[in-house]
């Protein structure tokens, strides 16, 4: 006779289906969180639309594409490695997700952020492997399923990612740094076993090891390279003088959303090359997503990351006030069908943003930071009532940032923000243990994201979970 056949799960468990988890998922709020306004004793700018399209659409201000003649082989490389713009568009996916129309019809005050203001990888871990399974591995559901050579993210028969956050499938950079936080967290769950952790606690276990560091790469890394590390330390040290949510009360400035943190847009580079010595192709189309990714199309991180033992790596375009070609000339893929041709610009589409969501200009804001506003002159363009918000701060960026980081308007507001929103939540590592320190290995002085991105490399033995 014999034997029923096994438990597919085997031995392993997915998670405790328990409500005492730091990092459960029904800590998000039942309904939609709130934007909210940073500024809100600013009064509106208000610009003419046609101004903002004339300014934002081929051969327009925000146009790179006319200086590219006048420049020499690499002179609008920035100092800082051409992923780290990629890595802020997943920290954005991860707090952020306006499902409004962009271009305008609905009140500001109405809008509703479908992720919870948290920097918990929500956009990973979606409800986990008990509310959505179909992310996780039939026959160890603590780990991420991948495609079948690890290179890929599963997908239905259809082609469609089965991922946490399908913006992270929009092209080839943010799939994959996904994947790279996907193989991350599977290779914490091994080195959690290894340290002896009861099997029913190694999901959660390696999901608030993985938060954690994920939360101090933004803190220790991301944010000492885009703001400075002096702004950094004043707001850890003194908090946030304009944006400072209790606890369990965080919400999302427009200022931050529509303007301040889309500055990642201006460090696009014209060309990227995926592999050493492959071609250089743009971003869009050639490296638009929302399909299986190719054997052959797969990203050489240390082309856009300095990672240890590696070349330096392509280095991210220069922040100016100027996109690359590719995102002024955005594919259907990204857009959705327009009715207008100057939706596909993605400048015109955050000028216009900034315009709907009613934002201050950005002289406004330096006035009320007692910042001295940038001159007409560096500008370069006549905007007759004020600038708006997220151009002023590329051009900030340009003038008082070198190229390589934001100035004073625009890093207070990310800095402000993103350590905000964690002191605000109540299961970061700011708010349990600020005094954390890293756990997992790390090659150089301090752990930082090129010791994640090369986790799952092996060598590193057990450590102490957190």
């Known amino acids: 006779m014999s034997s029923a056949p096994a438990h597919p799960h085997g031995s392993r468990v997915a998670a405790r289906d328990h409500c005492l988890n730091m990092a459960r998922a029904v800590d998000r709020p039942t309904g939609a969180a709130r934007y909210g306004r940073m500024f809100p004793g600013l009064a509106p700018l208000g610009t003419d639309p046609q101004l903002l399209m004339r300014a934002g659409v081929d051969g327009g201000i925000c146009d790179a594409t006319a200086v590219l003649d006048r420049l020499s082989p690499g002179g609008d490389d920035a100092a800082e490695a051409a992923g780290w ?7 954005a996916h991860d707090i952020t997700a306006d499902r409004s129309p962009i271009m305008g019809g609905v009140d500001p005050e109405a809008l509703r952020n479908s992720r919870a203001p948290k920097l918990n990888l929500e956009m990973v871990y979606s409800d986990g492997p008990i509310g959505s399974p179909y992310l996780y591995d039939l026959t160890d559901p603590a780990k991420f399923l991948l495609a079948p050579d690890g290179g890929d993210v599963p997908r239905n028969t259809q082609g469609v990612a089965l991922i946490g956050d399908p913006r992270n499938d929009s092209h080839l950079f943010a799939l994959t740094l996904h994947i790279a936080l996907l193989r991350a967290h599977n290779r914490i769950v091994d080195l959690v076993r290894e340290s002896g952790v009861p099997e029913p606690d190694v999901f959660d276990k390696a999901r608030v090891t993985l938060t954690w560091h994920y939360q101090w790469i933004v803190v220790h ?3 000492p390279r885009l703001v400075g590390a002096e702004l950094v330390d004043q707001v850890l040290a003194e908090g946030g003088r304009w944006f400072a949510p209790p606890a369990g009360h965080a919400y999302i400035p427009l200022e931050f959303a529509d303007a301040a943190f889309r500055y990642g847009h201006g460090q696009i580079r ?17 490296l638009v997503g929302f399909g299986p990714l190719a054997a052959d199309r797969r990203l050489d991180l240390a082309q856009v990351f300095d990672l240890p033992g590696r070349p330096p790596a392509q280095r991210a375009k220069r922040l100016d006030g100027r996109l690359a070609a590719s995102l002024i000339g955005l594919p259907e893929q990204v857009t959705g069908a327009v009715d207008t041709a100057a939706y596909r610009s993605l400048a015109v589409r955050d000028l216009l943003r900034g315009d709907t969501t009613a934002l201050p200009s950005g002289e406004a804001v330096a006035r009320l930071l007692t910042v001295a506003p940038l001159t007409a002159d560096e500008l370069e363009q006549t905007w007759p009532q004020g600038t708006p918000l997220w151009f002023y701060i590329l051009k900030e960026a340009e003038h008082r940032g070198s190229g390589d980081r934001l100035g004073p308007v625009g890093g207070r507001i990310v800095a402000e923000v993103l350590i905000g929103l964690l002191r605000a939540d109540a299961a970061s590592y700011l708010s349990l243990e600020p005094d954390w320190q890293p756990k997992l290995p790390a090659t150089d002085a301090g752990f930082g994201l090129a010791d994640l991105l090369t986790l799952d490399a092996g060598g590193a033995g057990p450590v102490r979970p957190q």
């Open 270 to 286: 014209h060309t990227y090359r995926l592999v050493e010595g492959g071609p250089a192709v743009p971003l869009f189309p050639d």
């Open 221 to 223: 890394d991301f944010l």
């Open 85 to 91: 713009p990629f890595f802020g568009q997943l920290i």
